[in-house]
């Protein structure tokens, strides 16, 4: 399968050679091959798609257009001729004819030229055109070779060689006048694919993607609605001081030397983005396919399942980052560490080959991952069917190169086979025994040494064993992950804590499907246990469609976890625009918890709903809220903290 990242790769490479002195008008629609001699592979584009690629090998004297040089002449050639249409497989050329001998795959000391040949003619005077230069001259092809065993390493005499079978896949795609580049690597960008423009570049998966780009020596810019309402200040400029350009979302950002158009699922095809990408010619990427490409140049960690996924990665590259290992890692949560060394917190480019990913289920993309490890968390009703998620971890689980963690739970078990399994059953291969539950941290002991978790809930203690093993399989020692996990800072919005005030203590938080909305409604139990008071939450549902898919899982979470004294308010359903089915509302289903015993009720407005909490609350209480996917609702609790 050719991975679709590379059509950015040999966009960018086409675009940074079009100031070449003697390069022909270049119609991006137009079928054009690249070879990348830094990669020793050829593309081939057609309408900015990247249709074929094919392992070659340039000179072994390397790359030049000099005469006897033994060099593969670089810069912009055409194909001036197609040579050995019909000849079989293997058959043998010299001086551009046919011998009549087929090499049957032998082996042969002689670097044979064979099956087709596709003879090249430069365009740039004096560089690969003229006397002592001239491709053509000095009998430069394109052709199949009996010494396939050395393909992607430079070791021709000049010539650009291919598998036979590939020489005829190319030669039947291509026609005599056809461009073809010979590029050296992108000079100064250190992520190897040109300029990505990210549209919606303010989500946290997208701006992640965007910044790593940039601190590992690449080019980014974006665009997001949100910008352009003059909203989210702070998150455009930590974007712009890591040299991420912002444009409006009006097509701007793809004109230029834009290589590609990053979109993730939230990205409509009605945005002016991309639009303009189709217009232009320029390849459209998914956020996960772009997310694929780096897995796999890294010793990588995918952590997924349908909870704890943001905690859990945060685990692993704290753990990993206090062992000494100095890995990066892309997620969507945002790690406090890392807001406290003046980062966004959702992305760090560590020098070490080890990544840590948070692997999404919910757009199924985990599908798209290879990592050396996976981790499997749990599987519970979330985004879709869990039969549907089911299937994703199997494809995920079987793309594993190194290691895989899996979770004891009884649906987890098909992926267990070969695994590291983790939890608090006597089958778990890392086992938590000796569990302390406090208001605000955990204790436990495991593999025969004693941890301490200042994070609160049952499930960061899963978290953590997930994590642990999965810093195990990539050689760091269990002595060695106390320390980092006893000082874990967590990641924001995962039940933070922003104060206390009047005795009431205010808690943000992400939960947004009802397993974790259950989970945090305990740890807050945990809170209000030692004193004495109650929890007041409040709950904005992310998006009509997840309301719709969970509502009796919501009713049924919220009227088990929430008691008698407990209250709970629900916010308007978040809309952030676009083609949603607004077919349910917060009130019909908040009316529905409340025929359970439960003290609920839809809140007409945040101003209302803060003035409620600051009344309602007393001592010992803990305000609760929840949801997803709106950045506000942060200020929301910020705000309720302000007013008591």
């Known amino acids: 399968m050719i991975d679709p990242v590379l059509a ?9 050679n079009l100031a070449r002195p003697g390069a022909p008008a270049w119609d991006p629609r137009a079928r054009v091959a690249v070879v990348d001699a830094a990669r020793q592979r050829l593309g081939l584009l057609e309408d900015g798609r990247l249709v074929f690629e094919a392992v070659v090998s340039t000179a072994k004297n390397g790359l030049g257009c000099e005469e006897n040089s033994y060099r593969t002449p670089t810069g912009w050639h055409r194909i001036l001729a197609r040579i050995g249409e019909e000849a079989e497989p293997g058959a043998v050329f010299r001086a551009q004819q046919p011998t009549g001998e087929v090499w049957r795959g032998e082996p042969r000391d002689e670097d044979l030229i064979l099956t087709r040949v596709l003879t090249l003619e430069g365009l740039e005077e004096g560089w690969n055109r003229g006397p002592g230069r001239d491709s053509r001259l000095r009998w430069i092809y394109l052709h199949g070779t009996n010494q396939e065993h050395e393909l992607g390493t430079p070791v021709s005499h000049g010539c650009v060689r291919l598998s036979n079978t590939d020489v005829v896949a190319l030669f039947d795609r291509m026609a005599e006048g056809d461009l073809l580049l010979i590029a050296e690597d992108l000079p100064g960008d250190g992520f190897g694919l040109g300029r990505l423009h990210f549209a919606g570049v303010a989500g946290s998966g997208m701006s992640a993607l965007a910044q790593f780009a940039c601190m590992k020596g690449g080019r980014a810019s974006g665009s997001d609605r949100s910008f352009d309402r003059g909203q989210r200040p702070d998150a455009r400029a930590q974007l712009e001081d890591l040299g991420v350009a912002i444009h409006p979302q009006d097509g701007s950002g793809l004109t230029g030397d834009c290589a590609a158009l990053v979109v993730s699922t939230a990205v409509e095809d009605e945005v002016p983005d991309v639009a303009a990408a189709r217009r232009l010619g320029v390849p459209v990427l998914h956020r996960s396919e ?3 490409h780096v897995v796999a140049k890294y010793r990588t960690v995918a952590v997924t399942g349908t909870s704890g996924k943001s905690t859990t990665t945060a685990m692993v590259f704290e753990i990993l980052r206090g062992a000494g290992r100095d890995p990066s890692v892309i997620t969507g949560g945002e790690l406090v560490a890392l807001q406290r060394e003046g980062r966004w917190g959702n992305a760090w480019a560590g020098a070490s080959d080890l990544l840590v990913i948070e692997a999404d289920e919910s757009d199924g993309s985990v599908v798209r991952y290879h990592a050396a490890v996976g981790v499997i968390l749990n599987l519970q ?4 069917d869990m039969a549907v998620v089911a299937e994703m971890f199997r494809a995920f689980r079987a793309q594993v190169r190194e290691a895989a963690v899996v979770g004891e739970a009884e649906n987890l078990r098909e992926f267990a086979m070969g695994a590291t399994t983790f939890g608090f059953a006597d089958g778990a291969g890392l086992r938590a025994e ?13 593999g025969g040494k004693d941890f301490r978790l200042p994070v609160p809930g049952l499930h960061n203690v899963e978290n953590a064993l997930a994590a642990m093993a999965a810093c195990q399989a990539v050689g760091v020692p269990l002595e060695a992950m106390a320390g980092p996990l006893a000082v874990f800072q967590g990641v924001a919005r995962r039940f933070q804590v922003l ?9 943000d938080d992400f939960a947004h499907n009802p397993a974790k ?8 139990h945990l809170r209000t246990a030692a004193s004495g008071g109650r929890v007041l939450a409040v709950f904005q549902p992310h998006g009509f469609g997840p309301l719709k898919f969970l509502r009796a899982e919501f009713v049924d979470a919220f009227a088990a976890e929430l008691g008698p004294q407990d209250r709970l308010w629900f916010l308007d359903v978040f809309y952030a625009g676009g083609t949603a089915a607004r077919d349910i509302t917060s009130a019909e289903v908040v009316a529905e918890i409340a025929t359970k015993g439960t003290a609920a009720e839809a809140a007409p407005s945040r101003e209302w709903l803060v003035d409620r909490l600051t009344g309602e609350a007393k001592a010992g209480d803990l305000i609760l809220v929840m949801g997803a996917r709106d950045p506000s609702l ?3 609790a910020k705000a309720i903290l302000v007013a008591l």
């Open 8 to 16: 950015a790769r040999y966009r960018a490479l086409l675009l940074a």
């Open 290 to 292: 772009l997310l694929a």
């Open 381 to 384: 009703k979330d985004h879709k």
């Open 434 to 446: 000796g569990l302390v539950l406090g208001a605000e941290s955990t204790a436990f002991r495991a």
């Open 499 to 507: 104060g206390e005030c009047r005795g009431v203590t205010v808690v």
């Open 517 to 524: 909305v259950a989970a945090s409604l305990r740890a807050a």
């Open 634 to 636: 942060t200020d929301l």
